[in-house]
């Protein structure tokens, strides 16, 4: 069972568009979920970072939005730039006495088109 | 601090070989993992380990040996190479199983 579904595989932007990666999770226990940043030849690397909390957060050009009721998040990228391009993983995890492995999403290629 | 480094780069494997993928980390984290990334398949955990003396299995263990019995230290044996094995592969450690995960280079194996 796949406890973090991720949409879309694919993605491809014009420079200056939006990019919107989406993920929903099964298990309600979650409280921690991170993005990560994949580039080609190299490894993931955390991105940004949401409790449920709060319903968004943003830092620079990514915003996550949470959903809690919904039991979805979705990453956005704002006037995305070809030095986005990369493979973007949601995760989650229940932080809080660490008691639930981080789980991954799939993961999303995002081309950005100049 | 180096962070999570992970030898070799690339290795060829021939089927029936055995080998060990190195990984090692700085940064006095309890919690390491290994993943395999195939494409379209994301990130699939192999082995993690919460301390020193202490592995478990992961979504994908069967073909693969682990052992820390180091802090620092968190070698990948596999005992008897396949072709399905034929993947990238992720060292990563945390503070805790919950926590940020830092993710070394990769190791690219190829097996024929």
């Known amino acids: 069972q796949q406890q973090v579904k991720q949409s879309p595989q694919s993605l491809i932007v014009q420079k200056g568009g939006i990019s919107i990666i989406n993920c929903a999770y099964e298990?309600?226990?979650?409280?921690?979920f991170p993005w990560y940043q994949q580039f080609p030849g190299k490894g993931p690397a955390l991105l940004i970072a949401?409790?449920?909390?709060?319903s968004e957060k943003k830092e620079g050009r990514f915003t996550i939005s949470f959903n809690k009721s919904a039991k979805q998040f979705s990453l956005h990228i704002m006037d995305s730039q070809p030095g986005d391009s990369a493979t973007y993983f949601c995760?989650?995890?229940?932080?809080?006495?660490?008691?639930?492995?981080?789980?991954f999403g799939k993961g999303t290629k995002l081309t950005v088109n100049p | 601090n180096a962070g999570v480094t992970q030898t070799p780069k690339f290795q060829v494997l021939k089927t029936g070989q055995s080998m060990t993928l190195q990984c090692a980390q700085d940064?006095?984290?309890?919690?390491m993992s290994w993943y395999r990334q195939d494409p379209g398949m994301g990130l699939r955990l192999i082995h993690y380990?919460?301390?020193?003396?202490?592995?478990d299995q992961g979504e994908v263990p069967n073909g693969y040996n682990v052992s820390r019995s180091t802090t620092e230290d968190f070698p990948l044996r596999l005992l008897s190479a396949a072709p399905s094995q034929t993947s990238v592969y992720f060292c990563?450690?945390?503070?805790?199983?919950?926590?940020?995960?830092?993710f070394g280079p990769g190791t690219r194996l190829l097996v024929l």
């Open positions: 380990s919460v301390g020193a003396g202490i592995t």
């Open positions: 940064m006095n984290h309890e919690y």
């Open positions: 298990n309600t226990a979650f409280d921690y």
């Open positions: 949401i409790r449920p909390d709060v």
């Open positions: 990563a450690s945390s503070l805790s199983r919950a926590g940020t995960q830092y």
């Open positions: 995760a989650a995890s229940k932080y809080q006495g660490g008691s639930e492995k981080l789980v």
